[in-house]
C-alpha cells in the first residue's frame, strides 16, 4: 500500500539523485540553502515503507508579509513516476495536508519534464492542480522554461563533436594557452566572488552577495554535490607555448619568404605577420604577469553542481583580462569532461527563453553562448498550481505578475 512515510534525509535525497525525474531543486541540501532567503522546507515522502520509496517533494515554504499565511513551491518537484497513479495520487495528498498545516495559499509545482511527454498534462491536471500554460520567455514563470543541455551520454569524442566549429577550434586553442582548472576550496569563494563582480558590472545583472554563495559551497560540499572551479592562467607555462608558437610563426614567414610574391602569398605573410605580432605581445605580458603573479592569476570560475546523473553550470563568472586566451572555453570543456567522469549523462547550461532568433527574445546573448556546446533547447511541462485559498491565490497572482515585471530571481525559490 503506498501511503505517506517518514524517512530520514539520506533516504529521500538517495531517491531524488536516482530518480529520473530528480532534480537538484528536490534536495534536502537546497532546502538549507533556500533558508539564507527567508524560506522554510518540509520534505513529503511516500511509499511502502523508508526502503520502498515511490515519491518525494521539498516544499518551500514563504510566510507573506503582514499576512499569517505562506507560499508553497516544490522546485522542479514532484519526483515521482507520473504514469504510477497510486502514487501521485498519494503524493499530492500528503503534500496539500503538509501546505494546509503551513496555512498555504496554494501549492506550486513544475516538474523537470520535458513538456512533450505524453499524457503529463492530463496526468498532472487530473490530480486537481491547474496548468499554467506554455508560454515562452525568461520571465513568464517562477523560473524559465526553457534549459539548454549538452547530452553527456556519448563518449567524450561524440560529445565534443557535436560542439559548432568555431567552438571546438577555440576549445583546441585554450588547452595550449598555460590554462588550468582548479577545484578550489571554500576560502577561494572570495576570488570567485570579485571576478563575479566583474562580470556583473561588465554585462549589467546584478548578482547575489557573498553568502549566499558561501553558504550554497557550505550546505552542498558535504555531499560531493558542488565544486567551486577556477580557471588559474600559470604565466609560465603560458610563456612556454607562446615561445613556441612564436617560432612556427617565424618558421613560416621563412617558408613565405622563398616562394613568388604573389598576392595570395602576401596575404598569408600579412595574416602570420599580424598574429605573430599578437604573439609577441602576449609574450610581454606574461614575463610582467610571472613577476606580480608567479604562482598564477585566476581569470574565470563557476559554481558547478550535481544531481545524480544531471550536472549544472548554476553560476560563471570571467574576469576582463586575457580574454584572447580562452578561459571560458577551456573552463566549460574541462567541466564537462569533470561532469562525465562523475557519471553525468546531461550538462544544464540553465534557463534560456523558448524564443531563440526571434526579435521578443529577452536576452539573445543566452542563447548564442550556449548553443554553441551541442546542446538542444528543451521546453519543460510549465507550472500547475493546485489552489487551497482562491481569493487570496487571485491576490497573490496579481501581485506576483507585477513583481515579475521587475525582477526575476533565478533557480527561484
Known sequence: MIQKISVQDEAHN??????????????TYWGELKKINGWKWVKVNVGEDEKHITGAALL?????????????????????????????????EATVETAKEHNAIMVRIDPDLDEHTEGLLEAISSLGFRHK???KGLYAYTQPRYHAVTDLSPDLDTVFKTFQSRTRTNVRKSLKNGLVLEDAPFEKMKEFYEIMKITGDRDDFS???LDYFQRMYQVLSPSKDVNLFLVKLLPEVALKNLEEDLSKRNKELSRLEKKEQDENTLEQKTQIQRAKDNTLALIEEMRK???????????????????????????GASSNQYRDLLPNYFMQWE????????????????????????LSDEAPGLWEFK?????????????FDYVLKPFWYRLMEWALKIRKSRHHDGMGA
Open 335 to 358: 567541466m564537462m569532461c569533470y561532469a562525465k567522469e562523475q557519471g553525468a549523462t546531461s550538462y544544464d547550461f540553465g534557463g534560456i527563453s523558448g524564443r531563440e532568433g526571434e
Open 14 to 27: 538517495a531517491f531524488v539523485k536516482s530518480h529520473s525525474n530528480g532534480d537538484l531543486g528536490q534536495l
Open 289 to 315: 604577469l610571472m613577476e606580480e603573479y608567479p604562482e598564477g592569476k585566476y581569470l574565470s570560475g563557476a559554481i558547478f553542481t550535481l544531481c545524480g546523473v544531471k550536472a549544472y553550470y548554476l553560476y
Open 207 to 209: 548578482i547575489r552577495g
Open 371 to 383: 548553443k554553441r556546446w551541442g546542446t538542444e533547447a528543451i521546453g519543460r511541462i510549465g507550472e
Open 133 to 135: 500554460g506554455l508560454e
Open 60 to 92: 518551500l515554504f514563504k510566510k507573506i508579509p503582514k499576512l499569517n499565511l505562506t507560499f508553497c513551491y516544490a522546485n522542479r518537484g514532484f519526483v515521482v513516476d507520473w504514469s504510477d497513479r497510486e502514487s501521485t495520487k498519494a503524493l499530492t
